[in-house]
């Protein structure tokens, strides 16, 4: 099959686009899975953490709430504290939507029945005008949810850990990788290249060797491109024209020895018809003479 020059550049970009396209597309594969593994540890695990942070500082609102206004016998502000537990709810309700970690949904569960009990022990409490047995009942079970709490915040601290871990060693396969694969492309690219301009520049510096020597007139000069692209047939039109050149130079030299073998046969019969003129001249003397002295005897 023909390829023209034409063709054989469109291939040639074409090539390296897609050299470019697959590094594009690599880098953009591994960014995203690393995209979606940190997005993992935002969504999954620091919002847990948020919030079992949330629920704790409603229930340590609402316990200095208590333990202040039983100290300073005061009816605590029910407002203030039915304000904390909504938040607590909300928080609470957050994370049941987000577990994500082996054992974390039971953890929940009980915070969940913890905190029913709390919020109604508390509001026993403001009903009661803060009896001193329901104070110690309602430390109790805030200690207890706390402790539930923080090891809701360390369950998911650990993942991030781990998954930030995962996210770093997958961070560096995916460099190693396209460390690789870069490098096969640029080599890949290096070579096409090299081999790309060799061909081109070879041709070329034959084509301009070949016009040199046939303004030098050496008219034997020839062009021999391997292919069927445009290089070949300009050799063949190149050495079509050396060829008709050879030609003529051959018989402007065949023309110009007859011309010379023409004027030499000129010279030699002008030399002897000048030698026969003059055999005649002294004949005519010979005569004249002759006829000179007759005439002379006479008288």
């Known amino acids: 099959m023909k390829l023209s020059i034409r063709t054989k550049f469109g291939v040639g970009m074409v090539f390296i686009f897609l050299i470019i396209l697959v590094l594009l597309g690599f880098s953009a594969f591994y960014l995203n899975k690393l995209s979606n593994k940190t997005s ?27 333990t202040t206004s039983f100290i ?21 309700q957050l994370e049941k939507s987000n577990i994500t970690e082996p054992g974390e949904d039971k953890l929940t569960g009980e915070i969940e029945s913890g905190i029913k009990t709390y919020s109604g022990s508390v509001l026993k409490f403001i009903k009661s ?10 430390q109790k079970m805030f200690g207890d ?49 090299y081999s790309f301009a060799s061909y081109f520049n070879g041709r070329f510096f034959q084509l301009y060797n070949g016009i040199k020597e046939i303004v030098s007139s050496n008219y034997g000069q020839r062009l021999y491109f391997d292919g069927i692209d445009e290089f070949y047939e300009i050799s063949l039109l190149f050495n079509e024209m050396a060829e008709k050149m050879s ?53």
Do not use: W
């Open 72 to 92: 300073e016998k005061k009816s605590p502000d029910s407002l203030f504290i039915r304000k904390e537990l909504v938040t607590i709810d909300n928080s609470l």
């Open 145 to 193: 949810i706390q402790h539930q709490l923080i090891a809701l915040s360390q369950m998911n601290g650990k993942a991030i850990e781990s998954k930030t871990d995962d996210a770093k060693d997958s961070s560096k396969s995916a460099l190693t990788q396209m460390s690789i694969l870069g490098t096969i492309c640029f080599l890949l690219a290096l070579s096409f290249i």
């Open 40 to 66: 993992a540890i935002l969504k999954e695990n620091y919002l847990s953490v948020v919030y079992a942070r949330e629920m704790s500082e409603g229930l340590l609102n609402i316990n200095q709430e208590i």
């Open 129 to 138: 005008s803060g009896q001193p047995n329901n104070i110690l009942l309602l």
């Open 247 to 299: 030609d003529s130079q051959n018989r402007m030299e065949k023309s110009e020895n007859f011309l010379d073998e023409l004027e030499d046969d000129f010279r030699l019969s002008d030399t002897q018809e000048l030698k026969r003129l003059l055999v005649n001249i002294k004949s005519i003397e010979k005569q004249a003479e002759e006829v000179i002295s007759k005439i002379e005897n006479k008288t």
